[in-house]
């Protein structure tokens, strides 16, 4: 038998990298409130009390109007930092006394005629291509209800229930700040056991660390984790530097796009390295991704592979990929080939194509953000759907 151990983490969404994340988010779904047509790369930089929000956006419908005249920045970002929860008075980064600094302008016009589905000097065709070069996968499993990898779907969970449980209010110590981790044990590629939970959370100064471990053993892990992976064997290791009340953006810097890892799969199967955030979907870093949860999650469904992992590649401004790969590692019931020949017929890959499959011109993204950017039931996020499992099936014949 083959037995080995994986860990995957989590990250709350008062996490520096996520706070960041969620700013940029919520930037582009304000845009996109205004013109669905809307072009965004918003980075985000936190760090203390200040926010620093840069890239490029251009919203077709306004035209040559500037961006504030129909968004208030600032608003956004002070609505994004206290639906986190950053407004406790021992807060240094706090909703109301943050100072923002926005280094925001248009979208290169070299980069537009490249995307835009119209001619241009030195293009080669009419049509919308894709906003960067680069590779992106898709990865699902039968391990979880989700058919995601057990482990990020765990350590989701933690970092999930713990912000509800502070949004509440019934846990007056709790901070925003959180990390999760949860390292299972395989036997044979299946799941078995829960080897050990970490978890990490950000406190007021006057609770003791004993209340901190109870409460995060007895109310958050035993409550959201399977009962039939917890054995007496399964360690806790709770806030184990001892101390964690100096957290968030005041702790330690946080950026757009630094968490991929904790967006995907939590480290099984492979990344392209893209992040997500901040982006609108004519950048296939994020669109591409999206497309090939969906294509692995259906392959899946369907019955053709209890593991799936699907890989593009892009040139940027081109219409169609450059390559597409499947990978079932052994476990299809076809060939892979064969599974490839009826993905091709089914999904179609190109940029605008993905779009419009995927409804992606609207403002979801911000439900996106945190606790992993797959695995969710909401119906808004198309990607999760297993719609084409039955197509697949007649495809593959």
């Not at 939970?197 to 892990?221: G, L, N, P, R, Y």
């Not at 609108?280 to 692995?296: E, F, Q």
Request: contains cysteine; glycine residues 10%; positive net charge.
């Amino acid at each position: 038998m083959s037995t080995y151990i994986f860990s995957s983490e989590s990250v709350g969404e008062g996490h520096p990298d996520k706070v960041a994340d969620t700013i940029s988010d919520a930037i582009l779904d304000a845009c996109l409130s205004i013109d669905p047509k809307s072009r965004v790369a918003c980075e985000t930089f936190v760090k203390s009390n200040v926010v620093v929000v840069g890239g490029e956006i251009t919203i077709p419908k306004i035209g040559n109007k500037p961006i504030g005249s129909v968004i208030n920045i600032e608003k956004v970002i002070r609505d994004a930092v206290r639906g986190i929860g950053y407004t406790n008075g021992d807060d240094v980064f706090h909703a109301d006394q943050i100072f923002i600094n926005n280094y925001l302008t248009t979208q290169s016009p070299d980069i537009a005629q490249g995307v835009d589905a119209k001619k241009a000097k030195g293009k080669k065709h009419a049509e919308q291509g894709a906003g960067d070069q680069g590779i992106m996968f898709g990865y699902a499993c039968n391990e979880t209800p989700e058919l995601m990898p057990a482990p990020i779907m765990y350590a989701h969970r933690l970092g999930r229930e713990l912000t509800r449980i502070r949004k509440t209010g019934k846990i007056k110590w709790l901070r925003p700040d959180a990390k999760s981790q949860v390292s299972v044990e395989y036997v044979d590629g299946k799941p078995t056991r829960i080897v050990n939970v970490v978890i990490s959370t950000q406190h007021a100064a006057d609770v003791e660390h004993a209340e901190i471990e109870k409460f995060c053993i007895e109310q958050v892990i035993k409550k959201v984790l399977p009962k039939e992976m917890l054995t007496k064997d399964t360690e806790y290791l709770i806030n184990p530097t001892g101390n964690f009340v100096v957290g968030g953006p005041q702790g330690d810097s946080g950026l757009t796009g630094r968490k991929i890892i904790v967006d995907t799969y939590g480290g099984t199967g492979r990344h392209g390295g893209g992040a997500f955030s901040g982006k609108d979907p004519s950048k296939v870093d994020r669109s591409a991704a999206y497309m090939g949860r969906w294509v692995a999650k259906n392959i899946v469904a369907a019955g053709l592979a209890t593991k799936c992992e699907v890989q593009f590649a892009y040139a940027i401004g081109h219409p169609l990929p450059v390559s597409v790969h499947v990978d079932t590692f052994g476990t299809g019931t076809k060939p892979d080939e064969k599974i490839l020949a009826a993905i091709l017929k089914v999904f179609s890959f190109k940029p605008a194509d993905i779009v419009k499959q995927l409804k992606l011109l609207r403002p979801i993204y911000s439900k996106s953000t945190n606790y992993g950017h797959f695995g969710k039931t909401d119906p808004d996020l198309t990607w999760e759907a297993t719609d084409k499992a039955a197509a697949l099936i007649k495809a593959i014949g």
